[in-house]
């Protein structure tokens, strides 16, 4: 008897101590798998804030590329001014440049031209040895003209950006996608330190936004460049205590295998990095111009310990005095806690799905996957309230399309229906901001809003165009072979007088007249400060 008991005794430790042990190990693992996502947590804070740090820099390319193309070529004061207001919102932009396209016959008139304002202007390349000389013989130059600021930048004054690989190629990128690009890590020919340079690109062309890669290439009149400290930038969104906390480093993944390394902060010895293999962590930081810029890091030792705590090893010391009974009891509550929190998340989930479809289904046009009219109102009132309040321009566009009735009685409702959605497409595709709203107003009648523009006109071009060039045979159209659109749009520099059904009809007047006057025209109305409109015929 006494020999059982004892048994039983030395079965209930010996189960007692392996629930506790496997107890630790579970606590121990839950424990390593909290600390991995903390870091991963703290990574992602990092990335974003790499993210942000650099896409706050971008303002500064946009607002010069802005000036251009509202008012073309600038001057050198006239760049300086705009160029120096800029700088004083970006410190870690090293200069502001504009650098046109030119050919070979037109480089002496050029050096001449510039000579008389710099003396000893010449277009330079930088040779291996670092040194600046006069420019190779090529058909094309591009040639830093204009820089902002002077001080500080003289080398670059002159350079001719093209003579470069790395940023030749940024610049052909820009040139031929015309959006914004960013060239590689590269070495800034106006600094001698060993600091991280990165340019980036916005082309300006003599036409408002060439539609292929042929016209970007024959309409380019240059580039708006800013030159970036990367190494300042990156260094500006880091704490003090982060080089302890981990080793971190940021690769761009699209440049040359040997130029991939962007920056590195900390290291690790051999043994911490098979240690802490299991909490590397890589997230991406930018996906923009042409590059892919990731984050990869390693938490530092400190960092793991000082997330340990001494739970398993209370759990193990609990679970062999209480033995077996009081551990069981534990992981069962633990399992249904599980159990109840995921279906409790599940439950949400599924809430949240639906509460999102039918959010789409009350803000969206089924047919043509576009806004509807009751979006549409409600973003004109909420943008008509923000530009009236902040005393900003607004453009409201509405375009109807030249004999519906007839093409729906000539081809059928499905054949509408398609034309429907081709041109609610290729109007999307003329909106480049996203602020700018397309949403369908009625049966053949779509609605477009331009916050802070002054300029609608323009775009109401582009929308009678390209849905012209579309093609789409129309052979019941009084107007035209294919189909058509009639556009009437209202640019007002101010709402202080206005409401939004004044606006609405100003623009639906427009329309009209645009009908009245044969169909497949665009009407304006321009509301000046002085409140007075006028009406101009665009085609």
């Given at each position: 008897?006494e020999?059982?008991?004892?048994?039983?005794?030395?079965l209930?430790?010996?189960i007692?101590?392996a629930?506790?042990?496997?107890?630790y190990?579970?606590?121990?693992?839950?424990?390593?798998?909290?600390?991995?996502?903390?870091?991963?947590?703290?990574v992602?804070?990092?990335?974003?804030?790499?993210?942000?740090?650099v896409?706050?820099n971008?303002e500064?390319?946009?607002?010069?590329?802005?000036?251009?193309?509202?008012?073309?070529?600038?001057?050198y004061?006239?760049?300086?001014?705009?160029?120096?207001?800029?700088?004083?919102r970006?410190?870690?932009?090293?200069?502001?440049?504009?650098i046109?396209?030119?050919?070979?016959e037109?480089?002496p008139?050029?050096?001449?031209?510039?000579?008389?304002?710099?003396?000893?202007?010449?277009?330079?390349?930088?040779?291996?040895?670092?040194?600046?000389?006069?420019?190779?013989?090529?058909?094309?130059?591009?040639?830093?003209?204009?820089?902002?600021p002077?001080?500080?930048?003289?080398?670059?004054?002159?350079?001719?950006?093209?003579?470069?690989?790395?940023?030749?190629?940024?610049?052909?990128?820009?040139?031929?996608?015309?959006?914004l690009?960013f060239s590689?890590?590269?070495?800034?020919?106006?600094?001698?330190?060993?600091?991280?340079?990165?340019?980036?690109?916005?082309?300006?062309?003599?036409?408002?936004?060439p539609?292929?890669?042929?016209?970007?290439?024959?309409?380019?009149?240059?580039f708006?460049?800013?030159?970036?400290?990367?190494?300042?930038?990156?260094?500006?969104?880091?704490?003090?205590?982060?080089?302890?906390?981990?080793?971190f480093?940021?690769?761009?993944?699209?440049?040359?295998p040997?130029?991939?390394?962007?920056y590195?902060?900390?290291?690790?010895?051999?043994?911490?990095?098979?240690a802490?293999?299991?909490?590397?962590?890589?997230?991406p930081?930018?996906?923009?111009?042409g590059?892919?810029?990731?984050?990869?890091a390693?938490?530092?030792?400190?960092y793991?310990?000082?997330?340990?705590?001494?739970l398993?090893?209370?759990?193990?010391?609990?679970?062999?005095?209480?033995?077996?009974?009081?551990i069981?009891y534990g992981?069962?509550?633990?399992?249904?806690?599980?159990?109840?929190?995921?279906?409790?998340?599940?439950?949400?989930q599924?809430?949240?799905?639906?509460?999102?479809k039918?959010?789409?289904?009350?803000?969206?046009?089924?047919?043509?996957?576009?806004?509807?009219?009751r979006?549409?109102d409600?973003?004109?009132?909420?943008?008509f309230?923000?530009?009236?309040?902040?005393?900003?321009?607004?453009?409201?566009?509405?375009?109807?399309?030249?004999?519906?009735?007839?093409?729906?009685?000539?081809?059928?409702?499905q054949?509408?229906d398609?034309?429907?959605?081709?041109v609610?497409?290729?109007l999307?595709?003329?909106?480049?901001?996203?602020?700018?709203?397309?949403?369908?107003?009625?049966?053949?009648?779509?609605?477009?809003?331009?916050?802070?523009?002054?300029?609608?006109?323009?775009?109401a071009?582009?929308?009678?165009?390209?849905?012209?060039?579309?093609?789409?045979?129309?052979?019941?159209?009084?107007?035209?072979?294919?189909?058509?659109?009639?556009?009437?749009?209202?640019?007002?520099e101010?709402?202080?007088?206005?409401?939004?059904?004044?606006?609405?009809?100003?623009?639906?007047?427009?329309?009209?007249?645009?009908k009245?006057?044969?169909?497949?025209?665009?009407?304006?109305?321009?509301?000046?400060?002085?409140?007075?409109?006028?009406?101009s015929?665009?085609?």
């Open positions: 008897m020999r059982r008991l004892y048994l039983v005794t030395v209930a430790v010996i007692g101590i629930l506790s042990c496997a107890l190990g579970l606590f121990y693992r839950l424990e390593t798998t909290n600390i991995k996502r903390e870091f991963e947590r703290d992602e804070s990092k990335a974003a804030a790499l993210t942000q740090a896409e706050l971008i500064a390319i946009y607002s010069l590329k802005a000036a251009y193309d509202n008012h073309g070529l600038l001057d004061p006239d760049f300086s001014q705009l160029a120096a207001q800029t700088l004083s970006h410190a870690h932009i090293q200069a502001l440049e504009w046109p396209k030119v050919e070979a037109g480089l008139a050029l050096e001449k031209q510039f000579g008389a304002r710099w003396p000893g202007f010449h277009v330079t390349e930088r040779v291996a040895s670092g040194e600046m000389v006069p420019v190779s013989e090529r058909s094309l130059y591009y040639p830093v003209i204009y820089v902002e002077l001080q500080g930048n003289e080398r670059a004054l002159g350079f001719d950006v093209g003579s470069n690989g790395r940023r030749l190629d940024a610049l052909n990128r820009a040139r031929d996608s015309g959006k690009q590689e890590r590269i070495e800034l020919v106006q600094t001698t330190d060993d600091h991280a340079g990165l340019l980036m690109l916005l082309p300006v062309y003599h036409i408002v936004s539609q292929s890669v042929a016209d970007r290439r024959q309409t380019l009149r240059g708006v460049m800013g030159v970036f400290r990367l190494t300042a930038i990156l260094q500006s969104t880091m704490q003090p205590q982060d080089a302890s906390l981990m080793a480093r940021l690769l761009d993944v699209n440049a040359d040997h130029n991939q390394l962007l590195q902060q900390g290291s690790l010895t051999t043994e911490e990095q098979l802490q293999k299991d909490f590397n962590v890589t997230r930081v930018l996906t923009l111009g590059r892919e810029w990731f984050i990869e390693t938490p530092s030792a400190s793991v310990a000082d997330k340990r705590t001494r398993p090893l209370v759990v193990f010391i609990v679970g062999t005095v209480l033995f077996g009974l009081v069981f992981f069962i509550l633990m399992r249904r806690n599980r159990e109840m929190v995921s279906t409790l998340a599940k439950k949400n599924a809430l949240d799905d639906i509460n999102k039918l959010e789409r289904m009350t803000k969206m046009d089924v047919l043509v996957g576009i806004a509807n009219r979006y549409f409600e973003t004109l009132h909420r943008e309230s923000r530009s009236r309040r902040e005393d900003r321009p607004l453009a409201l566009m509405l375009i109807d399309i030249d004999h519906f009735k007839a093409f729906n009685d000539t081809y059928g409702h054949a509408g398609r034309c429907l959605k081709l609610a497409e290729e999307g595709r003329v909106l480049k901001r996203p602020a700018d709203m397309l949403a369908r107003v009625g049966g053949e009648e779509f609605g477009i809003i331009l916050p802070n523009t002054n300029n609608g006109e323009v775009v071009k582009q929308c009678r165009s390209v849905v012209e060039r579309l093609a789409i045979a129309h052979q019941g159209s009084l107007t035209s072979d294919v189909v058509t659109v009639s556009v009437g749009v209202v640019s007002l101010s709402l202080d007088a206005q409401t939004r059904d004044s606006v609405f009809n100003l623009a639906d007047s427009a329309l009209y007249q645009a009245s006057a044969g169909r497949n025209q665009v009407r304006a109305i321009r509301v000046g400060r002085p409140q007075s409109a006028s009406v015929s665009l085609c």
